[in-house]
């Protein structure tokens, strides 16, 4: 059953997957010929010190695209439901109705993971082919932030998608985007470096937030 | 007999308007039940409080003796529903679609849906976006046929469908539910079609319920009377115990009623009213169903 949930949650993010997967690899090459670039124009001397000693930020082009791909995941994924009220067909499964939910923003989160995973991993080869591995390390923490950034924007366009009242929806969205706000800062290496674990557990209430629309959605409550 | 589906004191307000108050009724197991009533009377509520889709102000529905509200995996196997407007996950091709649901019924039938699929002459990977509203309702209806539900919900399933699919799915439905002993809840703004079809049915009306009874009984014991009356002549008739409903046109008045012929005259003649040529007109069931309900 599980399997056949997930087979059609595929069905729906396939596309938002697979454009969203060929628009961070156009920014990671992009990223690589920079470092490439500047190296050769700069001398390596001169833009390790931009990077290094003044700190130079050089895969700033993600800072909002994690944003973007929870977006985009989420709109494909819960439109779809949404129109038309398809959602009802979903908890009609004979699953328990907390647990079709769950097993939904499991997968759509677990999309985000593999793309933010990819990033990260094909990232650190272009960057380790440039700078040490220190930097790889700045790297991984200065992006944490901004990937978490993307699971939110994820968790938050679920939970509004699921929510009937628009009034609500404006709510969840007003609290999701100060939250989301307050994760893509991008004008220093490591800023979140001691502050993100706790922006880490607060990012994982938004991410059963899906429960209590749910829970509005499959009472008919309209205020 | 066992009783499916049991609806007790259902109350429904959205908002300060109210749709209904204290709706009864019981589904027999192997029946085919009919809610009829026209836009915006309460059907499609009362199908979203079956399902556990909304919450009645008041009253329970019970479907094979648990709470719609909380309906158990276990149950909603055995239910089968169809959303008005034939909705499916139109993002499915024929194929993927079968595919997906016979993972969650045990006792899914692959051929009732493909022996179905096999009459639209349509692409396996066709995509059920792509297809006409007369091909997805036959989508939706093999899905049904094929999960072998011992409860069919069925709501509206008449939207947008033309003569010849209506058929073909009441036929279709009909003949399944017969052979298999299934119990059928059904929902339809064109009344014509369920004539033959449903046995019990609930006659909502605007904030209350008009009527609960057999096709059977409503067609035999609501009665049609037309008369002639003088053009011009200023009548002052009013809905009572006797005259459920009326029409003034020109000079013709209807009287729809429950009592008899005579009963119907002495009424109307210790009401004065100056007729004549009384007669008794048969109807169908969609007549009797505007005479009770009214055109507006």
Redesign the interface.
Known sequence: ?I??LF??EW??IKWAFISMAGLILLILIKIGLNLSYYIRILEAKTYWYQVIIMGGIFFREFTYIPVLVGLVIGFSQFM?EIN???L??T??????ENAILLYMVLYGTAALLALFLGTYILLSLIVISFFPFEVVKAMWVTMAPWMLAGFVTYWVTSMTFVERIWLKRGLIIVLGVLFIQTLLNNYAFEIYKNSLIYFFILSLLWSIGILYTGYR??????K | MENVVECVNLTHY??KRLIYENLNFVIRKGSIFGLLGKNGTGKTTTI?IL?????PKAGHCYIFGEDS?NLS??T??R?G?L?E?H??????TIT?IE???????PRWKKEAYYELMEKLEVDPEQKIATMSCGQRSQVALGLILAQDPDLMVLDDYSMGLDAGYRRLFLDYLGAYAKDNNKTIFITSHIIQDLENFVEDIVILDYRSVLLSTTVKDFKENFKQFTMKIPEGSKISLQKDDVIRNFEILKDRLTVYSFKSRQEVENHLKALNIPYRDLKQVPMSLEDAFIGLTGKY
Do not use: W
């Open positions: 059953m399997r056949a087979f059609k069905l729906k779809p038309a009220d398809r009802k067909l908890l009609h499964l004979p699953l328990k959605f499959k009472k008919g409550v309209m | 959205y908002g979203n399902n556990g889709y909304l919450k509200q995996p276990q909603k196997a239910i529903f959303m407007g909705i499916q996950y139109n993002f499915m993927q595919k997906f649901y016979s993972a969650f019924y």
